[in-house]
């Protein structure tokens, strides 16, 4: 990319359709060659956050920073940063070539360095045999990498990518999640992804932004935001979790299942205990803290692992165990105290 | 050929299904036939014949019309006929790119609209359709009337003595001829406008897109089908128009439309009056052409 480190910050913005607050006073800083995601359920204002950062979009306040420099007015033509769109808006009377080398020419590059700077992205993204080909002629993964390479081609200081993978099978995109974060560490730039697909946004950022009707909920790195959530949509939107609402009382909290002992007391008297479905283990006799009885009433089996839906409950434990489950048998579960993490109301 | 085969669900043979398919498109072709091509011939033999005394046609075989076309009278060389010819495609062509030119901010304007009101204002596009030709040519007499705005506003300006009228002029012959093939180039272009992929215009702008290379590269290829039908549906009536010039230019713009007419009506000389109908339609035909290499790979519809 660009040979100075930009840093993008994101400060104070607002962006209202109507009576709608799509981004509702948004303040984010993305330090220079990052993978940052912003995830979030549609509609929660991901993608105007992302046309506001790429120009598409004014914001009715606040500002946005691109190193030292306030970009917060200039057209989306004006800002070093481009966008792979979520249909990849490949235009579709050019050839691959064509569209790759656009943003160039629209600056008008000389021809030699062009020719130079296409031919090279269009080698790292294994796309040197297409060159002639019109859009229309490619596969969905192909269309995704010409316009990656498209937006690459320009080095821009933050690349925005528009949820590019949704219209890939589940297959490939698995297999481009990786590959997108190969080429972002090899690149070196910043990447600024939006999605809905908590999977993704677990492998391939650096940082996520969880979103909600316009606000940042959480942000930090996968593991802070997966095994800290702070907030219950947080809790259920990545992943799935259980949730136990109960009263703090000393050294723990009284739920609906029983007494479970905390090792990091809540400021809060009233709370919501979260446990992921993969951190309750199964045991054969009654362990010595925080054990709880339960009878299996429905076992769903996933292939690597199984799913097993609890009485009392609704509890979910997913387990990776040999051992076979039949619905009916009655278990012990053990909720260690340090994967406890009780959230505000 | 007599192999049974399944087409949409029916058990049937290849000869079945020819004699079927002949027998749906025998009353459009007949059609066709009778009141295109038998008249076309007529046309042709008749532009090689000569004239009687009366104006009559009388059959022996001749190129005299055409070397009249081609500007060979009896008093030598003449470029008269062929400066006609020249006009009408010229009137046509600025006719063509005047329209396009206000068709599109007319359809994007409409394309803004809400779904309700969008129709209405294709409506009002339509709604001269709805009115005689030759009245829409004399609705142009009133308002260029000398004692309205317009042709006062001209006479303060300096550009026609005060007192006279707009009309008949040059101008008023392009005015009427824009606002009678306008709605030709805004339909179709509306068609394609109304389905810009927007994707494209923002991908457009997000590489460094000048406005005009916006244009040019994500609006225009888009458009183009639309556009395509509108600049053929102007153009080629717009060459053998006779109404427009005859009573918003006076004698004083003729075009092949009048000229063909004329030959037909007041002067009489059907063999003649052919020949510049073959001329037009070859050279209407060669602009197509034109067009088409020009606009190769397009999809017209």
Redesign the interface.
């Known amino acids: 990319m660009s040979d100075e480190k930009k840093d993008l910050s994101i400060r104070g913005i607002n962006k209202r359709f109507g009576e709608v607050r799509a981004v509702d006073d948004v303040s984010l800083e993305v330090p220079a060659g990052e993978f940052f995601t912003l995830l979030g359920p549609s509609g929660c204002g991901k993608t105007t956050l992302l046309r506001i950062i790429a120009g598409l979009e004014m914001p009715d306040s606040g500002k946005i920073l691109l190193g030292s420099e306030d970009i917060t007015t200039f057209p989306a033509t004006r800002r070093q940063v481009n966008t792979v769109f979520q249909s990849y808006a490949l235009f579709p009377h050019l050839t691959v070539y064509e569209n790759v080398a656009f943003g160039l020419r629209s600056r008008k590059f000389p021809a030699k360095e062009i020719d130079q700077r296409v031919s090279r992205r269009l080698e790292i993204l294994g796309l040197e045999e297409m060159g002639q080909r019109r859009p229309d002629q490619l596969s969905g993964g192909q269309k995704q990498r010409v316009a990656l390479a498209r937006a690459l081609v320009n080095e821009p200081d933050v690349l925005l990518l528009d949820e590019p993978m949704s219209a890939l099978d589940a297959k490939l995109r698995a297999q481009v999640q990786v590959e997108l974060r190969r080429l972002q560490q090899k690149l070196g730039g910043t990447f600024i992804l939006v999605t809905h697909d908590q999977d993704e946004a677990l492998i391939v950022s650096d940082r996520i932004a969880v979103m909600r009707d316009g606000r940042v909920m959480q942000a930090g790195t996968p593991e802070e935001v997966y095994d800290l959530p702070e907030t219950q949509f947080v809790a259920e939107f990545l992943g799935a979790a259980n949730l136990l609402s109960g009263h703090i009382k000393e050294g723990g909290i009284e739920t609906d299942i029983g007494f479970l002992k905390l090792e990091k007391m809540p400021a809060w008297s009233k709370g919501t205990v979260a446990i992921r479905p993969e951190w309750i283990r199964i045991r054969d006799q009654q362990p010595e803290t925080n054990g709880i009885q339960a009878r299996i009433r429905e076992v769903i089996y996933r292939g690597t692992d199984f799913d097993l839906w609890l009485d009392p409950g609704p509890i979910r434990v997913r387990t990776n165990t040999y051992k076979r489950f039949k619905t009916g048998d009655k278990i012990w579960l053990e909720l260690a105290p340090e994967e406890l993490v009780v959230l505000n109301g | 050929m007599d192999k049974l085969l399944v087409w949409y669900g029916e058990l049937t043979t290849n000869r079945r299904l020819l004699k079927r398919g002949l027998m749906f498109l025998s009353p459009g072709m007949l059609w066709l036939l009778i009141f295109l091509v038998l008249p076309g011939l007529m046309l042709i033999a008749a532009s090689f014949a000569g004239r009687g005394a009366y104006g009559e046609l009388e059959w022996h075989f001749t190129f005299e019309n055409y070397k009249r076309l081609a500007g060979f009278g009896i008093f030598g060389w003449t470029a008269d006929y062929l400066m006609i010819v020249w006009r009408s495609v010229w009137v046509a062509f600025i006719t063509t790119i005047v329209s396009v030119v206000l068709s599109y901010p007319l359809c994007f304007f409409i394309a803004g609209r809400s779904e309700r009101t969008r129709y209405l204002w294709l409506t009002l596009v339509i709604i001269p359709f709805w009115t005689n030709m030759v009245i829409r040519a004399y609705a142009w007499f009133l308002i260029l009337a000398p004692e309205l705005p317009v042709a006062k506003l001209a006479a303060f300006l300096g550009i026609v003595p005060p007192g006279s009228a707009l009309y008949p002029s040059v101008f008023a012959v392009y005015l009427g001829m824009v606002s009678m093939f306008l709605p030709f180039v805004t339909l179709p272009l509306y068609s394609s406008v109304e389905r810009i992929?927007w994707?494209?215009v923002?991908?457009?702008?997000?590489?460094?897109?000048?406005k005009v290379?916006v244009f040019m590269?994500?609006i225009l290829?888009q458009t183009l089908p639309g556009l395509s039908v509108g600049v053929i549906l102007t153009f080629v009536p717009a060459m053998g128009m006779f109404v427009v010039p005859d009573l918003l230019g006076g004698a004083k713009y003729m075009l092949v439309g009048n000229l063909i007419q004329q030959q037909f009506g007041s002067s009489r000389d059907w063999a003649f009056g052919a020949a510049i109908s073959i001329g037009l339609m070859i050279l209407t035909m060669f602009s197509l052409y034109l067009y088409r290499r020009k606009s190769k790979g397009v999809n017209l519809v």
Request: glycine residues 0%; hydrophobic residues 45%.
């Open positions: 992929d994707a494209l923002e991908a457009a702008q997000d590489l460094y897109a000048s290379r590269q994500a290829p």
